[in-house]
């Protein structure tokens, strides 16, 4: 399922997508990092998605543009969201920082679903899906978002944009028309 790399004869898969994460070492001499994160979808077993889980064994961080791969010893970590701040002091849970860090209401993330659906060809994101649009912010790449999640209309107080079409994705695509999707809506006529 998505992504699979084959190292040493052995196949790893993309296991877990993480909004927040933390790396907490280890207490005893020379042992791998710990991962702890919310898991926004968690693709071998989706009862874990939105759980705070933890990875153990790290092996190797990479960075990949605006997100990062954490290697396990048997798959592969996308890490989307910032990176959390250990706090200073001794016997902290890093499940309750992470904890404390995520979002109130659960909702289905627009970041995943780009990172997902992203063109691997895409010279503005680099395949990712997503870019950084600001310091701590990522943004639907709009050169391969495939507006698949509707599109809704301008009004109130969006002024000169009012009676445009904006993508429901967030990657910023704004029509003057209605889109192809939308033009079988009936017409009406005073």
Same mark, same amino acid.
């Given at each position: 399922?998505?992504?699979?790399? $084959?190292?040493?004869?052995?196949? =790893?898969?993309?296991?877990?997508?993480?909004?927040t994460?933390?790396? !907490?070492?280890?207490?005893?001499?020379?042992? #791998?990092?710990?991962?702890?994160?919310?898991?926004? !979808?968690?693709?071998?077993?989706?009862?874990?998605?939105?759980?705070?889980?933890?990875?153990?064994?790290i092996?190797?961080?990479?960075?990949?543009?605006?997100? @990062?791969? *954490?290697?396990?010893?048997?798959? /592969? /970590?996308?890490?989307?969201?910032?990176?959390?701040?250990?706090?200073?002091? @001794?016997?902290? %849970?890093?499940?309750?920082?992470?904890? *404390?860090?995520?979002?109130?209401?659960?909702?289905q %993330?627009?970041?995943?679903?780009?990172?997902?659906? *992203?063109?691997?060809? $895409?010279? =503005? $994101?680099?395949?990712?899906? !997503?870019?950084? &649009?600001g310091?701590?912010?990522? &943004?639907?790449?709009?050169? &391969?978002?495939?507006?698949?999640?509707?599109?809704?209309? #301008?009004?109130?107080? /969006?002024?000169?944009?009012?009676?445009?079409?904006?993508? @429901?994705?967030? $990657?910023?695509?704004?029509?003057?028309?209605?889109?192809? *999707? #939308?033009?079988?809506?009936?017409?009406?006529?005073?």
């Open positions: 399922m998505g992504i699979q790399i $084959c190292r040493d004869e052995m196949t =790893k898969q993309l296991n877990g997508i993480f909004r994460w933390m790396r !907490v070492r280890q207490a005893r001499h020379g042992a #791998l990092p710990v991962i702890w994160g919310d898991c926004i !979808v968690h693709l071998s077993h989706p009862e874990f998605s939105g759980n705070v889980l933890h990875t153990s064994g092996i190797q961080i990479t960075e990949h543009g605006s997100f @990062k791969i *954490a290697e396990t010893r048997n798959s /592969y /970590y996308a890490l989307l969201g910032p990176e959390i701040e250990m706090p200073a002091g @001794k016997g902290i %849970d890093p499940e309750a920082v992470v904890l *404390a860090h995520r979002r109130p209401e659960p909702r %993330d627009a970041l995943v679903s780009a990172a997902m659906n *992203a063109d691997r060809q $895409c010279v =503005k $994101c680099g395949g990712t899906g !997503v870019h950084a &649009c310091e701590r912010q990522l &943004c639907v790449c709009d050169a &391969c978002c495939r507006h698949n999640q509707g599109w809704w209309q #301008l009004e109130g107080g /969006y002024g000169a944009d009012n009676g445009r079409w904006a993508c @429901k994705a967030g $990657c910023g695509v704004i029509l003057d028309a209605p889109p192809a *999707a #939308l033009q079988f809506l009936p017409r009406t006529s005073l």
